[in-house]
T-cell receptor
């Protein structure tokens, strides 16, 4: 079983929809949680960064972390065609392991005009 | 502020050869990590260097190695290339908080 599980999709939604992306994990040592967006043939772009449990909002994006359930989510409001990409969750344990990220498989999102 | 720079962007090598990839981190970032991305396995951690020392290592064979220089620039080397080494190799730099920032990657094709 993988340490981080993410539904690969693909996920297809109409423009303006609210998108929900999720990951579950098994390693209770994870403390830092990130969401990345990756366009085809590009490197991952950091969207959201959260430490421990709680919510964080940045524009149309909201990240939620529930450490008790080992479950993290990314919500995208008013989705746009430019949001079409692969979304990756990532996490690390912190301390001297901070630079070692464990990724989910990625969810392919398509937003239709 | 300049982002993470990886060179070269594309490489084609023959089985059995070796290859060296380069990564220049964001100024001030002392941690540099390397990842391999393939369609089947996704993004997998190779190793991390911090202040010129390997701090973490993933589950890859010894053919994969790296180093970091005093200016935090890092190189990754793969010896005795195999067809299965064809992948996008990504470098990320980070501070102790705030997430990791990735370069555009080097796409390696082994023929």
């Amino acid at each position: 079983q993988k340490e981080v599980e993410q539904d690969p999709g693909p996920l297809s939604v109409p423009e303006g929809a609210i998108v929900s992306l999720n990951c579950t994990y098994s390693n209770s040592a994870f403390q830092y949680f990130m969401w990345y967006r990756q366009y085809s043939r590009k490197g991952p772009e950091l969207l959201m960064y959260t430490y421990s449990s709680g919510n964080k909002e940045d524009g149309r994006f909201t990240a939620q972390v529930d450490k008790s359930s080992k479950y993290i989510s990314l919500f995208i409001r008013d989705s746009q065609p430019s949001d079409s990409a692969t979304y990756l969750c990532a996490m690390s344990a912190g301390g001297t392991s901070y630079g070692k990220l464990t990724f989910g498989q990625g969810t392919i999102l398509t937003v239709h005009p | 502020k300049a982002g993470v720079t990886q060179t070269p962007r594309y490489l084609i090598k023959t089985r059995g050869q070796q290859v060296t990839l380069s990564c220049s981190p964001i100024s001030g970032h002392r941690s540099v990590s390397w990842y391999q991305q393939t369609p089947g396995q996704g993004l997998q951690f190779l190793f991390e260097y911090f202040s010129e020392t390997q701090r973490n290592k993933g589950n890859f064979p010894g053919r994969f190695s790296g180093r970091q220089f005093s200016n935090s620039r890092s190189e990754m080397n793969v010896s005795t290339l195999e067809l299965g080494d064809s992948a996008l190799y990504l470098c990320a730099s980070s501070l102790e908080e705030g997430g990791a920032f990735f370069g555009q990657g080097t796409r390696l094709t082994v023929v």
